[in-house]
Structures are given as structure tokens and as C-alpha cells.
């Protein structure tokens, strides 16, 4: 390696270094981490909706689970914020090896690490508190990189930390499937491959901590299965200044809520953003094709929920499952990876590198007030008082008068006491002011009973606490503890789930190499 290439890339880890530390900076105060969407306690308490099995939907398995159990042993949050760091950091090193290995140089390296880490649709999902989805979301240049490059064990490493939710197992899996198909079988010259088929089923498998909790709600006739089609109209995607909605997808902006967009989107800073993915398209021919499909998927569903609202709501309230798409913006993050490899085919241009800077500018500029904006991310003093240690019995509560949220520094946040304790979980939300999310079957009818003061019916549904929000004790029953079913279940998931990608490593069939 010449100096000069040394130089250059100490230059790109310096910087990528930075755009590391400008993300992660908020999380270093102690604290727990509490924002909008975002709850993780230090403790969070080892319940059946923990695993998914619950009153609401299994949408935080089988992230809760793991970190309920983690809480077991040492600090939750401590956990979150190393996942985070992980994510992150892959995340810089994944964009930078994808450039690379399409031939761009240091300057597309560090564009495509600001774009990764400091796109619009990340820091708007960190914004909301889906924290994970970020941690997903930064993952993705890193499984196609692996993927395209035939490194197949590194691609499903990836596809485990980004399917800790749902939606970050769909995204991870669809890119892992989509490139290991084509790495796997022509980086290693290989007449026949298993890990396509291998990837397809560590995608399916990753899944299983929150499908079996779904499929067991629809078969028990706990949940239907379906969202309402308000709840896709209120998730739709939003216009921003300057952009319109076609506009503002292509700049990877436009989650629904306003208050979780950087200030700088309102002021029209999204056309840089927008002029950024134009100029992307000069480096169209650096871009594999698995990736463009991977990139495809992720602007038809927030296009489709612009352009026919009624058929997609629709789809939202009358398919089983399809309540994972009605926030469809998250799904740009789909076209990440192949906007990052389209970065590095800007240095084929034969230009010096002069289309990277612009690049690199365009990035920097519509990215220059997101560190500021994570600032809201800041750690709290855990909110839990300390009465609930005396009623950890392993029985229901209610929380009288709760609805699930709280306000945290003026905005609101999932309830502390939801992830305290085994709460009877209500999981309504109001948008705007309409109803989206009814509450739950059993909240309503414990919070009826309660309200008739017919202890009785509360404990026929399993309730043996009624606090208020500050933990204080209103009332008990004669409910027994709960069953432990769902929780053994969880945890057989939880382990089936971290143990599926070594499973697949053992499995892999030796290659069978030579000329076709």
C-alpha cells in the first residue's frame, strides 16, 4: 500500500469514525432510554408481552424478550446502546466495503457511509424511537456487500441483529436473499450453491418469534390479524417542503409524524437529499441488479400508499399481516444499499473523483442539523417508582386510567409501567385525534370492570394489581400468578432465533467448483 492510499484510508475511518460518534453521542448519558416509540429500562420485567405473547401484536419481538432477559443479568439499556454502537459501526464499515467493491474510491467510500448513517429516513426512524429498525436500517449495505462478495456466513451475521423486530427481519432477509443468490454462487465460481436456499430459510426462521405469537393470537381468537385502514391513512406518507410526496421518497424523507423530522426537512434542506439521489443515477451501472429489486420493493409500498390510499388501505384491513407495511416510509430504507453502490460507481466516471465531492457535499448539507436533532434522544432517570418491586408477584395489573402512553419532556412515550411490570396492555393510539389503534379486547373490559368496581370480573380476566400511575396499590383480586406457557414459549424462540444463523453455517453444503 502507497502512502497516499494509506493516507486515504486513514481519511475514510477518520471520518467515518465521526459520523459514528455524531449518532451515537446522545446515548452516552446515563440514564435509561425513553423517547416516543422508545422505552428500554434497565430491568424491563420478563412478561408474556415481553415475547410477543401478550395483549397487543407481536411488533417488539423478539427485541423485548432479549432484553428483558438481558435485564436478568446486567443494564438493559447498556445492552440497547451496544447494539446500537455495533449497528453503527457495521453499518460505516458495511457502506465503505460496498463502494469498494464496485470500484469506488475513498471519497464515494465516505458518501456512502454519511448516507448510510445520516440518511433522512434513519435519523427520522431514530427520531420516532424505533431504534432497532435503525440498527436494521444501517445493516443493510453491510448483508449486500457480504452477500454480493460471496462472504455468506458475514451476510447472515448481519441478518441476526437486523431482525430483532419484524420489520427489520423483512428488510434484512429480502436483501440477504437477494444477494447471496447472486455472491454466493458467482464470487466463489461455484456449478452449484445452497446458500440461496440456506438464506431464504434463516429469513424465514429469524421470523418465528413474532409469527408464532401472531399465528397463536389468530387461532385463539386473541386478534384479528388486521389493522384498519385509518391507521394507514394516519401512517401514510408525508410531503414535505418544496418536494411533494413523490419527491420527498426519492429524498428518503417522509416518515407520517412531523415531530420526529429534523427541522431542516421543514425548511426545504430535502432537496439536497433529492439532488443526491439524482446524482446517484449516474453511477446507475455500478449497481447490481438484486439490488435494484431490493430498491424496487422499498418505494413501491410507500408510492403505493400515496398514489392508491384506498386500494392500500384496503390491503392494510383486510389482509392478515398486512398491518406491517401501513407505515410504508420505513420501507425506503430498502433502496440504501443501492443508492450506496451507485456512490462508488461515480468514480468510474472518469472525473477524478469531482461527482464523489459533490456527493459528498449533498450529503453533508442536508445531514447538517441531524446530529442537533439526535440530541432529543438524551437518556432520562428511569421513571419507574419504586413501588412496583412490591407487587412483582407475577400477576396481572392494571394501570388504572392508562392508555399506554406517557409525556417524556413534552412528548409522548410508551408507559414506563408497561415494560415494569406484566401489564393488562391497552395499545390504543390516537393520531391527530382519531382513533387508529383501538384498545385492547381485555384492557376495555378490565378497564369497564374497574370502573364498575367488580373486582370479581377483574380477576376472571386475570388481573391481580390495580395501581395508578405513580404505583400506587388501589386494589387487589384473587387472580392467580399468570401462566408461564407464553414465557417458556418466548424464551424457545428467543433461542431458536439466535441459534438459526449457526445452524445455517452448519448445514452449508461444500461447493462444487469449476468452469460451467
Known amino acids: 500500500m502507497s502512502r497516499r492510499d494509506a493516507l486515504a484510508v486513514a481519511a475514510v475511518a477518520a471520518w467515518c469514525t465521526l459520523l459514528v460518534g455524531a449518532v451515537l453521542l446522545p446515548f452516552a448519558a446515563p440514564g435509561v432510554l425513553a423517547h416516543r416509540d422508545m422505552l428500554v429500562l434497565d430491568s424491563p420485567a420478563l412478561t408474556a408481552g415481553a415475547f410477543g405473547f401478550g ?35 457495521a453499518g460505516a464499515g458495511g457502506a465503505v466495503a460496498l463502494v469498494r467493491h464496485v470500484g469506488g474510491g475513498p471519497v464515494a467510500a465516505a458518501a456512502g457511509a454519511t448516507l448510510t448513517l445520516l440518511n433522512p429516513a434513519m435519523v427520522e426512524r431514530l427520531l420516532q424511537g424505533q431504534w432497532s429498525l435503525a440498527v436494521a436500517g444501517w ?65 424465514g426462521a429469524l421470523c418465528l418469534p413474532w409469527l408464532v405469537p401472531a399465528a397463536w393470537a389468530a387461532l385463539s381468537g386473541a386478534g384479528t390479524g388486521t389493522a384498519t385502514a385509518a391507521s ?42 433529492l439532488a443526491l439521489t439524482l446524482l446517484c443515477l449516474l453511477g446507475r451501472r ?14 413501491v409500498i410507500p408510492l403505493a400508499a400515496w398514489l392508491v390510499p384506498g386500494w392500500f388501505a384496503w390491503a392494510v384491513a383486510t389482509v392478515p399481516g398486512a398491518g406491517l407495511v401501513r407505515d410504508a416510509h420505513k420501507f425506503v430504507l430498502l433502496a440504501v444499499p443501492a443508492l450506496v453502490a451507485a456512490l462508488g460507481g ?4 472518469g472525473t477524478k473523483e469531482r461527482w464523489a465531492w459533490l456527493a459528498l457535499v449533498l450529503a453533508v448539507v442536508q445531514a447538517l442539523d441531524f446530529p442537533a ?3 432529543r434522544l438524551a437518556p432520562v432517570p428511569d421513571p419507574t417508582p419504586a413501588a ?11 394501570v388504572a386510567g392508562s392508555t399506554g402512553l406517557v409525556e417524556v419532556d413534552g412528548v409522548p412515550t410508551v408507559d414506563h409501567l408497561d415494560k415494569a411490570l406484566p401489564t393488562v396492555a391497552s395499545g390504543q393510539l390516537v393520531v391527530d385525534g382519531v382513533v387508529v389503534d383501538a384498545p385492547s379486547a381485555r384492557w376495555s373490559a378490565a378497564d369497564q370492570a374497574w370502573r364498575a368496581g367488580d373486582l370479581d370480573a377483574l380477576a376472571d380476566l386475570g388481573v391481580g394489581w390495580v395501581i395508578d400511575s405513580d404505583g400506587e396499590v388501589l386494589a387487589q383480586t384473587t387472580a392467580p400468578a399468570a401462566p408461564a406457557w407464553p414465557k417458556v414459549a418466548g424464551v424457545v424462540l428467543l433461542v431458536l432465533w439466535a441459534a438459526a444463523a449457526p445452524a445455517a453455517l452448519a448445514a452449508r453444503r461444500p461447493r462444487v467448483t469449476g468452469r460451467s
Open 55 to 89: 395483549d397487543l401484536p407481536a411488533r417488539n419481538a423478539p427485541q423485548d424478550g432479549l432484553l428483558a432477559l438481558a435485564g436478568l443479568v446486567l443494564p438493559a439499556s447498556w445492552l440497547a446502546r451496544g447494539i446500537l454502537a455495533l449497528g453503527a459501526v
Open 139 to 203: 445493516l443493510l449495505p453491510a448483508i449486500a456487500w457480504a452477500g454480493l462478495s460471496g462472504r455468506t456466513g458475514l451476510a447472515w451475521a448481519g441478518m441476526v441483529p437486523a431482525a430483532l423486530t419484524p420489520t427489520g427481519a423483512v428488510l434484512g432477509g429480502l436483501v440477504g436473499g437477494l444477494t447471496v443468490r447472486r455472491g454466493g454462487a458467482k464470487a466463489a465460481g461455484a456449478k452449484t450453491s445452497g446458500d440461496a436456499p440456506l438464506t431464504w430459510a434463516l429469513a
Open 232 to 273: 394507514a391513512a394516519a401512517f401514510a406518507p408525508r410531503a414535505e417542503a418544496h418536494l411533494g410526496t413523490g419527491g420527498t421518497l426519492l429524498s428518503l424523507g417522509g416518515i407520517w409524524n412531523a415531530g420526529a423530522a429534523p427541522d431542516s426537512r421543514a425548511a426545504g434542506f430535502g432537496l439536497f437529499g
Open 286 to 299: 455500478a449497481v447490481a441488479r438484486p439490488l435494484w429489486a431490493a430498491a424496487a420493493v422499498g418505494l
Open 346 to 349: 461515480l468514480s468510474r466516471l
Open 373 to 375: 436533532a439526535l440530541r
Open 388 to 398: 412496583v418491586k412490591e407487587i412483582s408477584d407475577g400477576r396481572d395489573v392494571l
